[in-house]
């Protein structure tokens, strides 16, 4: 596997292999001395042109875990503010040394320019383009259910429950193709206008109210967050109502299930999509998602720059 651009890009079995290898390598993370040689000598670049915490700060200590070296690419700081293109930048990037390119784009298929149209021969790493996908969010998440769930290597008879801005999400496509791949039911439920055409073609559910989705009894419960960046003005949308239909709200966490497990990708809107509570309750698996992102994302690298699996 050269780049991970979509979660098209694997087979159930090589999605397994990623997810052995993550579970395998976050037992790295547990050790006194963290680090691996294996990409010693190849340089990794974080192609960041928007914000995140969670998967830029874990791709660069993934990198530096498995001894590559690290260069963050801030879009603001650079000259991609004067207008450099993605296809210049990128290059410049590569007669620099890079061996990887991770890359985030506000512009669905951003990833897919940079790894097919011959402009670079670096590996590309999708971080999130657009409202398209978001791969390795969506491995780390099929990871945190396997290991809360243990239904064995993949997620065959797991209900999982998608709720919310569905729209704008591509944590939420990635993780439909994937957690279908893998076996899970994976239902959705959320706002009729944030609920694109398509995504039942995807392989989900689709459910018009939280409250008759959670009446099935979902093994897990993943809430989306609002992207109210991405929503036109016009768009109807009023936090009132969003709370009052599809907020993982204090009466809605007392209907989960004991064992239920409750997600989310981050950054959570605290008191929109998902309550305090909700957020804050033992069942939360939100920190153990940002967890095994480092795995995921060590394994990620390791598969597209040596081309090997680690088990
Ligand atoms: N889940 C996620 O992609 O978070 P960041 O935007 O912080 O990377």
Do not use: C
């Not at 004067?82 to 985030?104: N, P």
């Not at 599809?246 to 809605?252: A, M, N, V």
């Amino acid at each position: 596997m050269k780049h991970l651009i979509s979660i098209r890009d694997l087979t159930r079995d090589s999605a397994v292999a990623l997810l052995d290898s993550a579970q395998q390598l976050s037992q790295v993370n547990q050790r006194t001395v963290k680090s691996l040689p294996a990409l010693r000598g190849k340089t990794v670049v974080n192609l960041f042109y928007e914000n995140s915490t969670r998967t830029r700060i874990s791709f660069e200590i993934a990198a530096k875990r498995l001894s590559a070296d690290v260069i963050n690419f801030d879009a603001q700081a650079s000259s991609a503010s004067k207008g450099e293109s993605l296809k210049d930048t990128a290059q410049t990037l590569e007669a620099l040394g890079a061996a990887a390119i991770i890359v985030r784009h506000p512009m669905s298929g951003a990833a897919h320019a940079l790894a097919n149209r011959g402009w670079v021969s670096a590996s590309i790493i999708n971080a999130g383009d657009g409202r398209h996908e978001h791969p390795t969010q969506a491995l780390l998440d099929a990871l945190t259910i396997r290991q809360l769930k243990l239904s064995g290597s993949d997620l065959t008879g797991v209900k999982v429950l998608i709720v919310g801005d569905l729209e704008h999400s591509r944590v939420a496509r990635s993780n439909i193709l994937l957690l279908s791949l893998l076996g899970a039911a994976v239902s959705v439920a959320g706002p009729a206008e944030l609920v694109p055409e398509g995504i039942a073609a995807m392989g989900a559910k689709v459910y018009k109210s939280f409250d008759e989705a959670l009446a099935e009894q979902p093994d897990v419960v993943m809430m989306l967050r609002v992207q109210l960046e991405r929503m036109l003005k016009n768009e109807a949308f009023t936090t009132r109502d969003y709370v009052k239909n599809w907020s993982l709200d204090q009466t809605r966490l007392g209907q989960l299930g004991k064992e239920t497990v409750i997600m989310h990708p981050g950054p959570m809107n605290r008191g929109l999509e998902i309550s305090n509570q909700a957020a804050n309750d033992p069942r939360s698996a939100v920190l153990r998602q940002v967890e095994n992102g480092l795995a995921v994302r060590m394994a990620v690298l390791h598969r597209v720059l040596s081309g090997e699996v680690t088990n």
